[in-house]
């Protein structure tokens, strides 16, 4: 049999078809859609990896989290698949270079229904390459029977042919519902999980990627994967390498468990906040990794509460607050998530994230380009000035009130709102010195703009904040004019809060009644 040859450009089979990528990247994308904070999350995984560093400089730049993450460092020594091949070198590099077009289906089975070893690993290689193509004939090979044959090969066969099998059962698993389940009605899991210990580190990190594709099919095979304890496998691959791809793999397919509802049991996965940290100290730049371990990290602080104590423990913060500098999306919003998780729970957790110098960043991200970044750092922002005396003395000694002006100003409605909420709650400050430096900021002006809003709770929150101011004036002038009722009235916005006295919503009226009864001379409107 013959078929057309070219040198890969991927340069050896080691490196993964990019057909392959695109292939699991596309049913996954379509899989996805009401995933709302998640679209598209596997097309992060098409950048390169930037940066990586060390393991050794690594360890030495974090030995706090070395002391909290001990570890059994002796890796599982690995083998390479090229160098356990039972068939030739010269063809083997032959099979893996040779060009395919579906027009060759027939030939390619043929092929691989051989009893001709390499004839067999010819075919083999052709219908994984089949399977990359744009328009993959996976139906067609499931209606041949190709499936229980390549599941065959997975148990005692060469490392090659366990190694190809693989892989065209995880192009197999990217199709529909039905054909990803095909390969468990056929009793490919348990074999597949076999290949997950194997000292092979080419077969190890196959199964692990079919393992993902599987999991994040439907929640039916995520729970018998669950049953069969592969989350428990993955921690401790995980555990147990230092080798960066395998462990951006098992990260990437610990993720999956947690993209299908109902969410797994916390029981089950609080295991892995451990293992990512570890992972963080080994991989702290690589973007690829990072998009799903800051995902993961985001859904378990988010879904399972406990996991905020947990990550404070191990002291991986700072590590998370220093990833929110990568200029990519999806880690970033992760990060902030994370930070927006902690920092809606006590004021020392909060206080935390202060220490560790969260506001520097957020000071660069209230001003991105990407919408769900700004809405992002605007809730941690309002969360932190609801917060204690010192926190919010802190906004204010960092100049955050122009900062929120600006975003007043122009953004969205929505990131507006959140930085109405910060600014008024910056008025509640109680030290003299912080209230007059806000007030030179021009936070009366502010307040007034804000006065002309339609939204009902926001002018609430608006007059709330002008009683505060009020009463502070009133307070330190108290035998003379109160000072903000007279740049109030400078400002033309008597007559604005004079009619909120009339509106339909009972709390703002009340609330504007009682500010001009307690501060102005009140002219009632017969």
């Not at 004939?137 to 190694?163: C, K, R, W």
């Not at 809730?379 to 122009?402: D, H, V």
Request: with cysteine.
């Amino acid at each position: 049999m013959e078929f057309s040859f070219f040198q890969d450009s991927v340069g050896n089979y080691l490196n993964y078809d990019n057909n392959q990528e695109n292939n699991i990247e596309s049913k996954l994308q379509r899989r996805q859609e009401d995933f709302s904070n998640e679209e598209n999350f596997l097309k992060i995984k098409e950048n390169a990896m930037i940066n990586e560093l060390s393991l050794g400089h690594n360890f030495r730049k974090k030995i706090f989290i070395q002391k909290r993450l001990k570890q059994n460092m002796n890796t599982e020594a690995t083998q390479s698949l090229k160098n356990k091949l039972t068939i030739p070198l010269d063809w083997f590099e032959k099979c893996n270079n040779m060009s395919i077009e579906i027009s060759k289906f027939s030939e390619i089975v043929l092929a691989f229904r051989s009893q001709d070893i390499k004839q067999k690993y010819l075919g083999l290689v052709g219908i994984r390459k089949l399977l990359s193509l744009q328009n993959s004939p996976i139906q067609e090979l499931i209606d041949i029977g190709v499936i229980p044959e390549l599941i065959s090969l997975l148990d005692n066969s060469p490392a090659e042919f366990q190694y190809e099998s693989l892989w065209c059962l995880t192009n197999i698993a990217t199709g529909t519902s039905d054909q990803a389940n095909s390969i468990v009605i056929k009793g490919g899991i348990s074999k597949i999980i076999k290949l997950m210990e194997s000292s092979i580190e080419e077969l190890k990190i196959q199964a692990v990627w079919i393992i993902g594709n599987l999991s994040i099919d439907s929640s039916k095979i995520r729970d018998l994967l669950i049953k069969e304890k592969v989350f428990d496998k993955l921690l401790t691959i995980l555990a147990s390498t230092n080798q960066s791809q395998l462990i951006k793999q098992c990260t990437w397919a610990m993720s999956c468990f947690f993209r299908v509802k109902p969410i797994p049991p916390y029981n089950l996965i609080k295991k892995s906040m451990k293992m990512i940290a570890r992972s963080m100290v080994i991989l702290p730049r690589d973007t690829e990794f990072l998009t799903d371990a800051c995902f993961i990290m985001s859904f378990m602080t988010e879904h399972y509460k406990d996991t905020i104590k947990d990550l404070l423990e191990l002291e991986i913060i700072p590590e998370i607050i220093k990833c929110i500098d990568i200029d990519v999306q999806y880690i970033q919003l992760s990060c902030l998530r994370i930070v927006g998780n902690i920092a809606s729970g006590n004021a020392n957790q909060t206080q935390l994230l202060i220490d560790w110098n969260i506001l520097t960043y957020l000071k660069k991200t209230i001003f991105s380009q990407k919408k769900s970044i700004r809405k992002e750092t605007a809730w941690i922002i309002s969360n932190i000035a609801a917060g204690t005396q010192k926190q919010i003395e802190t906004l204010i000694m960092e100049n955050f009130l122009p900062i929120l002006d600006e975003e007043i100003q122009k953004d969205d409605p929505e990131i507006k709102k959140e930085c109405i909420w910060a600014m008024c709650n910056l008025t509640s400050v109680e030290n003299p010195e912080y209230i007059k430096k806000i007030l030179q900021q021009g936070i009366l002006r502010i307040i007034c703009n804000c006065l002309k809003m339609e939204d009902a709770k926001y002018l609430a929150v608006c007059l709330e904040a002008f009683t505060n101011l009020l009463a502070f004036g009133k307070k330190n002038n108290p035998s003379g004019p109160n000072p903000i009722v007279v740049e109030i009235e400078k400002m033309g916005m008597y007559d604005i809060l004079e009619k909120l006295q009339y509106h339909p919503v009972e709390f703002v009226y009340e609330k504007a009644l009682k500010l001009l009864e307690t501060y102005f001379v009140i002219q009632y409107i017969e």
